[in-house]
C-alpha cells in the first residue's frame, strides 16, 4: 500500500498554522488531525488557502480551524494541553483488564481458535485454586481504581471452581481495597447449564459469547464435539442467548444494560452471508454487533488457506456491514460495530475509551494482563496465545514468584510499549490517523518477527486507517446530520452497575 500523496507546490506559512497531520481523505477532500484528537476535513481549495496562511477570522472556516488548534492565531496551548491530558488519562491508571484462563480445556474445536484448547480429559491445563488466589492477589495490587477479571480458556466454564473462587475472594479483598469490580465470562455457550447460567446472572458477571453468522457460517466455524464432528454449536448458542436475556427481564434487570454480547470472527465464509449476519443479530435483539478479523495465532495459522482472506478482503466486507448497519439505524433499527464506536469515541468525543488493543501505547502490561491456567503471566491474552504455539517470549512472571513491581517494570512491558507509541514510530508520527489508531506490537511479531514491523505493510495498520477514513468521510457525506447524530449515539457510555 502506498501512503505517498502528491500535493501541487504550494506556499505555505508554518508560522500561521497550528501543529497538525494531513491526508488525502477522498477526491478533492484533504483531512487535518492533532493529538487532542480534534479533525476538519477541508476541500482542497481551502487546504491550499489554510497552508498559506490565507485564512483570517472574517472567514466561515475561521472559528472551527482556530478552536481546534490549527491556526496559530490566538492558539490557546494550554486548552490543547488540556485536552491531550485528557485523551491520555489511562496512562496513569495501570492495569485493569485482568484475562484469567481459568482451563485451557475446550469442548468445541474451532477452525481459528487462538487458545491453542486441549481436550476435555487434560484436566492438568485447570487453573488450580492456589493459583487463582495467586491472581486475585497480584491483580488487586494493580493501581487502577477500576478491574476487570475477564474468565476465558479453553472454554472457562469447564472450571467453575476456578472461576467462582476468583469472584468471591476478589470480592472479599474488595472490602478492603475499595476498588470498582466487574467480572465477564467469555463462553461458547456449548458447556452451559441452567446452573452455571443461575450463577452468573444471580452474581451479575458479564456474559460475552461468539456467534459467526447464520448456522451455515457459524456451524462450519465452530465445530463441537471435537475434531471431524458434524455437531454444531449453533442451536446451543442461540438457545441461551435467549435463556439469558429472558432471565434478566424476569430478574427486573434493565435490557438496554443486561443483555447478552457477541462477539463476530470473520473467515471466508462470512462472506457472501454478511447480510443475514446483521439480520440475525438484530433479530436476537443484539445491540453490538462486534466484526473481528482473524488473528495470526494458534489454529488460524494452519487453517489460513481454507478460511483466511487479504486485509482487502476484509476491508470490503466491513464496509457492506458497516454501510447496512448505517442504512438499518437510518430507518430507526438501534444496532452498532464495536470497533467503530471505539474508533468514533476517539473522533466525536473528549475522550479515549482505554480499549486496550487500540490505544497509544497498546494496553499490553499496562492496560492489561493475562494469567496462564499454571499461574504464568503475560502482558496480554495475546502474548498467552503466542506461549500455546511454544514461543514464551511474552511470559513476563509467575502467579506467588513476581511482585507487582516485578511485572509493571517488566522490560518486556516496557518494549511493548515502545514499540506502539504511534508518536515515537516512524511512519506513525506523521500519519494523520495517529490520535485514533493502535499498533499491535504482537501482531507484528508473529507476522514478521519484530515488535516494530514496517507500519504501513502490516494488516492492522491497514485496518484501523480504512476504518478511521471510512467513518470520517461518512461524516464529511453527512449532509443533514443524521449520520453525525446517531455515531454520536453510538458513543454514549451507558454503564451497568459494577459486578459486586
Ligand atoms: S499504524 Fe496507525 S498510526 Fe501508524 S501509520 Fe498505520 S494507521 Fe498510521
Given amino acids: 500500500m502506498s501512503r505517498t500523496i502528491t500535493l501541487p507546490a504550494m506556499p505555505t506559512r508554518a508560522d500561521a498554522l497550528g501543529y497538525f497531520r494531513f491526508d488525502r481523505l477522498s477526491e478533492g477532500r484533504m483531512v487535518l488531525t492533532n493529538d487532542a484528537g480534534e479533525w476538519q476535513v477541508l476541500a482542497d481549495s481551502d487546504f491550499r488557502r489554510f497552508v498559506a496562511g490565507e485564512i483570517k477570522a472574517d472567514d466561515p472556516l475561521f472559528g472551527a480551524l482556530q478552536e481546534k488548534g490549527f491556526i496559530r492565531e490566538d492558539l490557546d496551548a494550554e486548552a490543547i494541553a488540556t485536552r491531550v491530558r485528557r485523551k491520555k488519562r489511562f496512562l496513569g491508571q495501570g492495569p485493569h483488564l485482568h484475562v484469567v484462563i481459568t482451563t485451557l480445556r475446550c469442548n468445541q474445536s474451532c477452525k481459528y481458535c487462538h487458545a491453542s484448547r486441549t481436550d476435555m480429559d487434560r484436566v492438568d491445563t485447570d487453573m488450580s485454586i492456589e493459583t487463582a488466589k495467586g491472581v486475585v492477589d497480584l491483580a488487586m495490587q494493580s493501581t487502577s481504581p477500576y478491574l476487570n477479571f475477564e474468565y476465558t480458556g479453553g472454554e472457562p466454564t469447564v472450571n467453575m471452581p476456578a472461576l467462582k473462587f476468583v469472584v468471591e475472594y476478589s470480592r472479599e479483598k474488595n472490602r478492603y481495597e475499595g476498588k470498582s469490580l466487574d467480572h465477564s465470562v467469555v463462553t461458547n455457550m456449548t458447556y452451559m447449564t441452567e446452573e452455571i447460567a443461575e450463577y452468573l446472572i444471580a452474581n451479575n458477571i458479564w456474559v460475552c459469547t461468539s456467534l459467526d453468522g447464520t448456522q451455515a457460517v457459524h456451524d462450519w466455524n465452530r465445530s463441537w464435539g471435537g475434531p471431524g464432528s458434524k455437531a454444531g454449536a449453533y442451536s446451543s448458542v442461540l438457545k441461551w442467548i435467549k435463556y439469558f436475556n429472558r432471565r434478566y427481564v424476569e430478574n427486573g434487570l434493565d435490557p438496554e444494560l443486561y443483555h447478552v454480547d457477541a462477539l463476530m470472527t470473520t473467515t471466508r465464509k462470512s462472506f457472501a452471508d454478511w447480510k443475514a449476519l446483521v439480520d440475525l443479530y438484530i433479530e436476537l435483539g443484539i445491540r453490538n454487533i462486534h466484526i473481528r478479523a482473524l488473528n495470526p495465532f494458534g489454529f488460524a495459522t494452519k487453517t489460513w488457506k481454507m478460511i483466511g482472506y487479504t486485509a482487502d478482503e476484509f476491508l470490503a466486507f466491513y464496509e457492506q456491514v458497516l454501510d447496512y448497519i448505517i ?8 444496532i452498532m460495530e464495536g470497533t467503530a464506536a471505539t474508533l468514533l469515541k476517539k473522533i466525536l ?128 457525506e453527512d449532509s443533514d446530520g443524521r449520520i453525525e447524530a446517531m455515531f454520536r449515539r453510538w458513543v454514549i457510555d451507558r454503564p451497568r452497575p459494577p459486578s459486586e
Fill in 349 to 476: 468525543t473528549p475522550d479515549d475509551p482505554n480499549f486496550v488493543d487500540i490505544r497509544s501505547p497498546i494496553g499490553s502490561g499496562t492496560g492489561q494482563l493475562a494469567y496462564s491456567y499454571d499461574g504464568t503471566i503475560y502482558p496480554s491474552d495475546e502474548g498467552r496465545m503466542v506461549a500455546g504455539m511454544g514461543d514464551d517470549f511474552f511470559a513476563i512472571g509467575e502467579v506467588g514468584k513476581s511482585s507487582y513491581a516485578d511485572i509493571a517494570n517488566h522490560p518486556t512491558v516496557r518494549a511493548l510499549a515502545l514499540s506502539s507509541i504511534t508518536d515515537g514510530l516512524p511512519g506513525c508520527s506523521t500519519c494523520w490517523n495517529a490520535p485514533y489508531c493502535g499498533v499491535r506490537p504482537l501482531h507484528n511479531y508473529m507476522n514478521f518477527g519484530d515488535l516494530f514491523a514496517q507500519r504501513p505493510l502490516t494488516p492492522k495498520c491497514r485496518e484501523h486507517m480504512t476504518l478511521s477514513r471510512l467513518l470520517i468521510r461518512r461524516l464529511d
Fill in 327 to 334: 442504512e438499518l439505524n437510518l430507518s430507526g433499527v438501534q
